[in-house]
């Protein structure tokens, strides 16, 4: 058995029988197989995983809403996270896309009025 932590939502039944959907950040065990099979899909980082390794983010414009916020929103997400959802469609990690959506009135930090 293998601790690992989900890096996009991992459908039911996936690793067991009775398994439940498991979201994006949950920690569940899997058999050595199904482990290795879901880290090499990039669905699943071994949670031990050295932290260093795992701190790099990617800019993206989130296309969708999802559990990251609305469409057009700017995020900084952990690279595999991020390389999940423009895989699927619902980011875009271009510069020119990610640039765009940053000059949206949505991305604009909020002023405080004194």
Do not use: C, W
């Amino acid at each position: 058995m293998k601790s690992l932590i989900a890096l996009a939502v991992i459908a039911a039944a996936t690793i067991a029988a009775d398994q439940a959907e498991l979201a994006i950040g949950t920690a569940f065990d899997a058999p050595d197989h199904v482990a290795d099979k879901l880290v090499a899909d990039g669905l699943a980082r071994l949670a031990d995983a050295p932290a260093a390794k795992q701190a790099k983010a990617v800019r993206v414009r989130l296309l969708v809403a999802n559990e990251h916020g609305q469409p057009n929103d700017v995020r900084d997400l952990p690279a595999k996270v991020a390389e999940v959802l423009v895989k699927a469609g619902d980011a875009d990690d271009d510069k020119a896309a990610v640039a765009y959506a940053a000059g949206l009135p949505q991305n604009q930090k909020k002023q405080d009025k004194a």
